[in-house]
Nanobody
């Protein structure tokens, strides 16, 4: 099995910064795309940013210029640096990864448990 564990959430004032981290562990052969999604109360889960194994990134429009996604392939980790945070960024942030497990050929998609980010005004 594969586990994704997020860390780094918390409470921050508007305009502040937070850095989220996600570590993948388990029976991993290789991780392709990794990403972050978020879900605010009463809203659907939405894309924040993704990054391929080669480092190509994709951001939701509202996060461009404020958030930066990065990864360490050797450590199977993905990070999200969030700057200029706004109250609207308040949500549970989830790590996501496309993983090929050892001994398998197919890609499995995994989610972390989520970490709460609260931005006060």
């Amino acid at each position: 099995q594969v586990q994704l564990v997020e860390s780094g959430g918390g409470l921050v004032q508007a305009g502040g910064s937070l850095r989220l981290s996600c570590a993948a562990s388990g029976s991993i052969f290789i991780i392709n795309r990794m990403g972050w999604y978020r879900q605010a109360p009463g809203k659907q889960r939405e894309l924040v940013a993704t990054i391929t194994r080669g480092g190509a990134t994709n951001y939701a429009d509202s996060m461009k210029g404020r958030f930066t996604i990065s990864r360490d392939n050797a450590k199977n980790t993905v990070n999200l640096q969030m700057n200029s945070l706004k109250p609207d960024d308040t949500a549970v942030y989830y790590c996501n990864a496309d993983v090929i497990r050892r001994g398998e050929l197919r890609i499995n998609n995994y989610w972390g448990q989520g970490t709460q980010v609260t931005v006060s005004s």
